[in-house]
């Protein structure tokens, strides 16, 4: 059974930075690419980060220079190191993987969404 573990998020002061991490546990055939995701109140879900198996990354471009993804292959764990954290990274953040499993087909599996809150 996949499961996807997040922790690290929580409140924090604008300027401030929290890590994110996102454990996947499962047994994996093949994982294509980690990502992060995050959905404000009344807002559609965007993509923040995204990391593949190769080492292309993706960032969102009101993140870029504060937000950093990075992969632990090993633990089949991603990390969302942010910096600088301003009142609109307010949200919550999902973990997302795209992968396979025996059996099954490549399809993306999603954490259950850590919340993030930037305020005084």
């Known amino acids: 059974q996949v499961q996807l573990v997040e922790s690290g998020g929580g409140l924090v002061q604008p300027g401030g930075s929290l890590r994110l991490s996102c454990t996947a546990s499962?047994?994996?055939?093949?994982?294509?690419?980690m990502a992060w995701y995050r959905q404000a109140p009344g807002k559609e879900r965007e993509m923040v980060a995204a990391?593949?198996?190769?080492?292309?990354?993706g960032i969102r471009d009101s993140v870029k220079g504060r937000f950093t993804i990075s992969r632990d292959n090993a633990r089949n764990t991603s990390y969302l190191t942010m910096n600088n954290l301003k009142p609109e990274d307010t949200a919550v953040y999902y973990c997302?993987?795209?992968?396979?499993?025996?059996?099954?087909?490549?399809?993306?599996?999603w954490g259950q969404g850590t919340q993030v809150t930037v305020s005084l």
């Open positions: 997302n993987v795209d992968g396979q499993v025996p059996g099954s087909s490549r399809r993306d599996y």
């Open positions: 499962g047994n994996f055939f093949n994982i294509y690419a």
């Open positions: 990391l593949t198996s190769g080492g292309s990354t």
